[in-house]
């Protein structure tokens, strides 16, 4: 018999924090705290086999789950002490979702479950206190009718505030017992007056709907969009918790809150978080009331009035402190818990390892290496490579002007720039477009996400630090500031005022989600400084990793962020940019018009001197390492103007004639340039143009070796080879022309020939290559193209439909195909390592940059990865990282 329910509570578990998969995060570590002793409201979880199976089966459910519930609601009422639906005595319950990855806001928790006519008397006589029993009921009535009957809060709203306005009170707690009696009423009918049918009354109804609509929260659009952005496969299913209730809303003693066992913003190994007095569940985290904070320190440093729980309640946050400790310990990472008070007694409600920037990653995992909880291994395993991205970027520049127009909470760290929008579905279509944009909005709700997402940055006007949009932006990485309340946003009229200002939609506004600020305009951004934790994990990093990790880069700003950001060379300098750059277009584009030889080289002269100064000046910021240079790939048509207007100019400004230029940009037309004169078939129809860029090259190399003493280790690479005779004409052209270069010079330097793997065939063929090559350096996003047939500027098309339908799992520009390409990719480097053992090996296309492609490029045992400048940190973690874990799989 397959087990579909798992109980917990009472000091003991039937499962635990290692069963996820099973549990989901939430249920296992409720399991996992109750077997630890903590003070856990005893519950039960239903499996993510159980949604598998309902989805696999007609949304039906196993047989026996009923049974299994009924047993495991039993021993809750055991250990309570309390009957579910009991008049006199009735146990309330939440039912909570829970996947194995943590999707905040994705699915909605119903509380206070149980709750009818007749049991709501029950509780009030039990407690004493009708207005908490019917407080609690209509917002069990809310929460329910939004989640499972699929009312708007609205509705419910609007009779709320009818309400109070006919008492004359503005906040809910004006409101007393009879009141929410009347409300309840009233909530009761619009139920009715929406569905046709009353509220549902039985338990076990409420129960059971609540259940199915978890199920189906998991397939719906909030929940596909955060999968489809975090990568989680819709077949993990999410898992149920029933869980008893308690009542942070039981008064003045009674208190309910988030914390985090270190700041999630910045690391700092300090309690962190916020609660709400007399409140219940989410009203810390929808923004509806403004939380205090937990620590006193936290309160002064926020200029916060209301007391902290450290002050309010100080017994209970006693007891709280030793067991927030000894969670963190215990999972040993920061952890992101959930708590409830209730009449003076803590109960923990939820514990992870908590979302957090990666400025607080690399501190809380530097620290907690320092501290001698985790290994420094560890501590390098622990930071995501991607998340360093967030470090690497500009921020504001302190010495710049700002004009703030609102403060608010330091929600999520870093600056942003853009134009304002109040609309998701509006910031969405603008980023489409390529703008940038800054969301306002009065707080954000999971139906935000997609807005959130496509922003720069995002502004509420409510909400605390761990409101919705504070955690999501976080998770994101994106820049917020969250409860600036000096915000009035006027949606209708597409405006915002603050401080007496007016902000239309579309104006320009930066924010300062570090310092909590929004400020008027553009502002300048300064590049980040990257010490202290980062040097230190970096270091670590450089200690374990086996890969080089190279950049692509051909200016010379790209070298020296290359080389700041530990860049071991450059893996692929482009010389077409030098071919482009509007001083030397004359000259090239004479040197294609050219009718003969000789006219080629008489412009090719002109060129060369451009050329060489360009290597000189990457030569010597790069001196001592290895610079791949890549000789001119595109197709020399690209070099000619098209529109008559364009060709037009070009005859005014060089003379040339403009019939001329017309009869040769049809002559260079190509139906497929892709897959046409280009890459090292220009050096071989034209050698005299690689010619001299091996000779700039090699003279720039000799010319800095003498200057700086240090000569770099020039690696000239020849594009797109596909055979064995194309390989030796090459290595041929560049060794002559080296020797020529030598003989002029009376000195020499080391160099190496290779080529770009990028046509299967070169890569089934690389032991012919091998013969002549001295490295392959895998052009991935060419073999990629040529390796399916598909063109990247042109996949746009199709790939969204293949990735919807999941034929593609992941964009294949963007994470290597391993299997095929990768299958390619280790197919040359056997084949040629079996010719030349010591060929070097690496790979320079986008892949260079993804950490799950360096992984790969690990085990294929490849030399080193190259990828753009600010990928560089990245791709030195993910180096370590894919180290560390061939090592475990050897030790397995
Ligand atoms: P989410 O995944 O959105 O965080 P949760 O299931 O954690 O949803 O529920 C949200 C909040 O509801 C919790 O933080 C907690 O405050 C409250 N809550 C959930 N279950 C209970 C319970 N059994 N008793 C009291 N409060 C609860
Ligand atoms: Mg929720
Ligand atoms: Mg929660």
């Known amino acids: 018999m397959t087990q579909w329910v798992y109980g917990f509570g009472g000091g003991s578990a039937d499962g635990d924090a290692s069963m996820k998969n099973l549990l989901g995060g939430k249920g296992a570590n409720l399991a996992e705290m109750s077997s630890l002793g903590l003070p856990v409201p005893p519950g039960f979880t239903i499996t993510t086999e159980v949604c ?53 806001g994705m699915m909605d928790t119903v509380l206070n479950l149980g709750l009818n006519d007749q049991t709501v008397e029950g509780l009030a006589r039990l407690s004493g206190d009708r207005r908490f029993a019917f407080d609690s009921y209509r917002r069990f009535i809310t929460m329910y009718s939004n989640v499972v009957l699929g009312l708007s809060h609205d509705d419910f709203e609007e009779v709320l505030d009818a309400h109070k306005d006919r008492l004359g009170v503005s906040v809910d707690t004006d409101l007393k017992a009879e009141d929410w009696e009347r409300v309840v009423e009233d909530y009761k009918a619009v139920v009715e007056r929406e569905l046709g049918h009353p509220f549902p009354q039985d338990p076990r109804d409420q129960m059971w709907g609540a ?4 199920f189906a929260s998991w397939m719906n659009e909030r929940a596909k969009f955060y999968r489809r952005m975090h990568d989680i496969p819709e077949s993990w299913g999410t898992a149920v918790s029933v869980q008893s209730m308690v009542f942070g809303n039981m008064g003045e003693t009674s208190a309910t809150g988030v914390a985090f066992t270190r700041n999630p913003s910045t690391g700092e190994a300090r309690l962190y978080g916020e609660f709400l007095i007399n409140a219940q569940g989410e009203d810390v985290v929808a923004g509806i009331r403004t939380p205090q904070s937990l620590t006193r320190i936290g309160r002064e440093e926020m200029g916060e009035t209301a007391p902290s729980m450290e002050e309010a309640m100080p017994e209970v946050f006693g007891q709280f402190v030793e067991v927030v400790n000894k969670l963190e310990s215990h999972y040993r990472d920061m952890q992101d818990i959930e708590f409830t008070v209730e009449q003076g007694r803590l109960w923990m409600l939820q514990t992870r390892n908590g979302k957090r920037t990666a400025k607080s990653a690399l501190k809380v995992a530097v620290d907690l290496a320092a501290e001698g909880v985790i290994t420094q291994e560890e501590a390098i395993s622990r930071v995501e490579p991607s998340a360093l991205d967030q470090l690497l970027h500009p921020t504001l520049d302190p010495e710049a002007v700002r004009t703030v127009i609102a403060a608010g909470l330091p929600a999520s760290p870093g600056a942003a720039t853009g134009k304002i929008v109040f609309d998701a579905d509006e910031a969405e279509r603008l980023a489409g477009l390529g703008e940038a944009v800054i969301l306002v909005r009065e707080e954000t709700s999971p139906e935000d996400i997609h807005g959130m997402h496509a922003a720069r940055g995002i502004v509420t006007a409510r909400g605390g630090m761990t409101s919705h949009a504070a955690v999501v932006a976080r998770g994101m990485g994106r820049a917020c500031v969250s409860g600036a309340g000096e915000i009035h946003i006027d949606e209708a009229k597409g405006v915002f005022t603050a401080r007496g200002r007016t902000f239309k939609a579309g104006e320009v506004i930066t924010i300062d989600g570090s310092k909590g600020e929004v400020l008027d305009g553009a502002v300048a951004m300064i590049e980040p400084e990257l010490t202290g934790d980062f040097q230190t ?18 200016t010379p700003l790209d070298a020296k962020t290359a ?29 294609i018009l050219a009718d003969d030889e000789a006219g080629r080289r008489t412009a090719l002269a002109k060129i060369a001197p451009f050329q060489k100064s360009d290597f000189v000046e990457l030569f010597e910021i790069m001196t001592g390492l290895p610079v791949t240079v890549r000789l001119l790939d595109p197709p020399l048509h690209e070099f000619i103007p098209h529109t008559d207007e364009d060709i037009d100019a070009l005859a005014a400004s060089s003379g040339i004639d403009a019939d001329k230029l017309k009869r040769r940009a049809k002559e260079l037309h190509e ?98 290559l091998a013969e002549y090559a001295q490295f392959f350096s895998f052009g991935t996003n060419d073999l990629t193209q040529t390796t399916f047939g598909i063109s990247r500027d042109d996949s746009g098309r199709f790939l969204q439909a293949y990735l919807d339908k999941g034929i593609f799992e992941t964009d294949p520009f963007v994470r290597l195909d391993q299997d095929g390409v990768g299958g390619l990719i280790e197919i040359a480097a056997e084949r040629g390592r079996a010719v030349r053992p010591d060929v070097k090996l690496g790979i320079c296309g986008e892949h260079g940059g993804d950490p799950s492609s360096i992984a790969f490029c690990e085990k294929a045992g490849l030399d080193y990865v190259s990828c753009s400048p600010y990928r560089v940190p990245i791709a030195r973690l993910a180096a370590a990282q894919a180290a560390l874990n061939v090592e475990r799989e050897k030790d397995r």
């Not at 994990?537 to 880069?553: F, H, I, S």
């Not at 300098?573 to 001083?583: A, G, I, K, L, P």
Request: aromatic share 6%; with cysteine; glycine share 8%.
């Open 52 to 104: 598998t199976h309902y989805y696999a089966n007609g949304e039906t459910y196993p047989a026996d789950l009923e049974a299994q519930v009924k047993t495991a609601l039993d021993k809750v009422e055991a250990i309570v002490g309390k009957t579910f639906g009991d008049v006199n005595n009735p146990l309330l319950v939440s039912v909570r979702s829970g996947a194995r990855a943590s999707m905040p």
């Open 211 to 214: 259940v199915g609509a978890v």
């Open 537 to 554: 994990l970096m270091a670590w990093a450089d200690k374990v990793r086996r890969l080089k990790v190279r950049a692509n880069a051909e």
């Open 563 to 591: 080389r700041g950001f530990g860049a071991e060379g450059i893996g692929l300098c482009r010389t077409e940019h030098m071919f482009f750059d509007d001083t030397r277009i004359a000259a090239v584009r004479e040197m």
């Open 671 to 768: 139906t497929n340039p892709m897959l046409g004169h280009r890459g090292c078939r220009l050096g071989v129809a034209y050698p005299e143009i690689y010619e001299m860029q091996v000779r700039a090259v090699l003279e720039a190399a000799l010319e800095v070796k003498k200057t700086s003493g240090q000569a770099p280790i020039p690696e000239i690479m020849h594009p797109l080879v596909a055979l064995g005779l194309e390989m030796k004409y090459l290595r041929e052209l560049t060794d002559r022309t080296a020797k020529a270069v030598f003989a002029d010079a009376g000195d020499s330097v080391e160099y190496l020939v290779g080529t770009m793997i990028e046509l299967p065939r070169a890569a089934i063929r690389a032991g012919d």
